[in-house]
């Protein structure tokens, strides 16, 4: 099968050089994505809350490009600059999102560079 690479043209621009996501095998895996503003390209004011709720928009922007919703998610891997302080709230935001059945999720601590979260997933794309 081809694969196939995707930008989102509503999505804040890669910062560096890569796509948003690629298509193979029926599945669309985006890339890393941070709570960059498209309209701005600047990073949201607050904290995890504001800034995962920012990451997941801008993943739906990648999903929209597709067809996809976050029902189609099977895999989020989720890097948080401070698990300790800010899993909790991040969930939070998560389940906003997300809902039961909810997809299988790896979240780490990560060394960010002044951002508090990044978001990634694996989505199996509807016929």
Known sequence: MPIEHINASQAPAPGGSYSHGVVANGFLYTCGMGPVDPATGKIVD???AEQTRQTLKNLQKILDVKGAKFA??????????DVNRDFAAYDQVYREFFSAPFPVRTTVGSDLINILVEIDFVVALPN
């Open 46 to 48: 607050g904290g995890v």
């Open 72 to 81: 189609d998610v099977v895999k989020v891997t989720a890097h948080l600059q």
